[in-house]
Nanobody, 122 residues
Framework: QLRLVESGGDLVQPGGSLKLSCVASGFNLDEKAIGWFRQAPGKEREGVSCIASADGSPYYTNIAKGRFDISRDLGKNTVYLQMNSLKPEDAAIYYC???????????????WGQGTQVTVSS
């Protein structure tokens, strides 16, 4: 059974950092692309970053460029999202998802985790 479990969400002050984790089970990370998405109250879910299955190449949306870093540990079957210089507008529930290819479209991803809450506030 394919499963994704996020963790690492927390309350952080503006300018702070957090590292989110996404542990995959039921498949190997070199079989599926993994994307990070986020959804704030009253807003649509939006893409943040993705990592390719074959070679681990990263992709960042404008949300993440220059501030976030996506990586993976194949041995732990885990994908990470290091988030730096966090802003209040980064507050959201962050989800990881598994799909066929790198995309910022939620419809390209078939399997989703339950999400982890990130709050950015002083």
């Amino acid at each position: 059974q394919l499963r994704l479990v996020e963790s690492g969400g927390d309350l952080v002050q503006p300018g702070g950092s957090l590292k989110l984790s996404c542990v995959a089970s039921g498949f190997n990370l070199d079989e599926k692309a993994i994307g990070w998405f986020r959804q704030a109250p009253g807003k649509e879910r939006e893409g943040v970053s993705c990592i390719a299955s074959a070679d681990g190449s990263p992709y960042y949306t404008n949300i993440a460029k220059g501030r976030f870093d996506i990586s993976r540990d194949l041995g732990k079957n885990t994908v990470y999202l290091q988030m730096n210089s966090l802003k209040p507008e980064d507050a959201a529930i962050y989800y990881c998802a598994a799909g066929r290819e790198i995309s910022t479209n939620t419809h390209a991803f078939d399997y989703w985790g339950q999400g982890t809450q990130v709050t950015v506030s002083s």
